[in-house]
């Protein structure tokens, strides 16, 4: 594992990069002050609501709400992305002070979903703020909330939060635990993730050559961000609030890139002035036992064939986003 030049608070050495990029990201940096790192999530990503999902396939939505009514005094048993949220909030506690929030984003009504609310309160979770929409994608409240990241087991949801502008992902099961750490992990694939999808389309219009070769010509020339550069950049905000030694959060790139397409991504997160804490870069093999190893809370990826292969180790996002996809490319704003 390599670990990539950290930035610190008074921004980064300079490069062969542009003055002009070099203001604009210190300058993204500072206006975060002490902005929050916002997270929306679904109920059925937070809780092990299966045996209530099963139902209203089977038996449809008014067997489904009487139900939850009947049960709404039994307590959830914790979902895919609880031990995510439970790190996450505990970072306000590390602090000492309200720069994480998480808000529940639910497409059971207010009444229906009383027992999610019974479920947060006996597990001691820190959420206070939820949208119940009685059946209807709660995507549009992702914007009222201003979350900097959605995640929800609703395939269609997350679409239509990325076709936004967020960062959203589809949670998909574990199969095994994530190794028990407090410290929060979260890793990244990196073409569609962090970074826009236009190397990986060159690699599937042209081939492993002719991508390999664009990446060595376009080495100095930093990538687009993708729809998960600004998570990135608040959780690299966090991280600056403690010492190296003490932070809460590490972070990982996991990409199937090798050198010589790696020294595009290291110049790209260096002009990002963002920091990432180690970078796998794995040549094509499997990503799961490197996610294991990393002891993932969490990883993202665009490609369903690695996420599922991924989700045999690890919690897991899959981001429906670029060519991969059959989605739009990803065009950076400054919003």
């Known amino acids: 594992m390599v670990s990539l030049p950290i930035a610190n608070q008074q921004g980064f050495k300079r490069s062969s990069f542009p003055g002009s990029e070099e203001r604009k990201y210190t300058l993204e940096q ?8 916002v997270v929306a999530i679904s109920s059925r ?3 092990d609501l299966d045996e209530s999902h099963r139902i209203f396939e089977e038996q449809g939505k008014e067997a489904f709400c009487q139900y939850q009514i009947d049960h709404e005094e039994e307590i959830l048993h914790p979902g895919v992305a609880y031990p995510l949220v439970r790190k996450l909030l ?35 979770l820190d959420i206070t703020q939820a949208a119940f929409t009685s059946g209807e994608s709660p995507f549009g409240y992702i914007s009222a909330f201003s ?17 936004a502008g967020h960062a959203a992902a589809t949670i998909l099961s574990a199969h095994k635990p994530s190794a028990e750490s407090s410290q929060l992990r979260i890793a990244f694939d990196g073409d569609a993730v962090l970074f826009s999808d236009e190397s990986e389309r060159i690699y599937r219009e042209r081939g492993l050559e002719a991508f390999t070769e664009y990446e060595i010509q376009e080495a100095h020339n930093p990538l687009s961000g993708g729809p998960f550069k600004p998570f990135l ?18 972070t990982a790139l996991v990409t199937a890139r090798a050198a010589p397409a790696h020294e595009r991504v290291v110049r790209t997160l260096r002009a990002w002035n963002i920091r990432i804490d180690e970078a796998i870069f794995l040549g094509g093999k499997p990503k799961g036992p490197f996610l294991r190893a990393f002891g993932a809370d969490i990883f993202f990826d665009d490609q ?3 996420c599922d292969s991924a989700a045999e180790h690890v919690a897991t996002g899959h981001v429906p986003h670029g060519v991969a996809n059959g989605a739009p490319g990803w065009v950076e704003t400054t919003d």
């Open 30 to 37: 500072a206006s975060m002050g002490s902005k929050q790192l």
């Open 45 to 47: 990503a937070l809780f």
């Open 90 to 124: 505990a970072i306000n506690e590390k602090l000492q002070q309200p720069m994480v929030e998480v808000i529940l984003l639910s497409r059971n009504s207010a009444d229906t979903g009383l027992r999610v609310f019974n479920s947060i309160r006996h597990h001691g």
């Open 147 to 163: 979350a900097d990241l959605f995640l929800s087991t609703n395939a269609e949801d997350v679409r239509k939060a990325l076709a």
């Open 233 to 250: 950049a608040i959780l690299h905000h966090l991280q600056m609030l403690f010492t190296a030694n003490a932070s809460p959060i590490r």
């Open 304 to 306: 369903q064939g690695h």
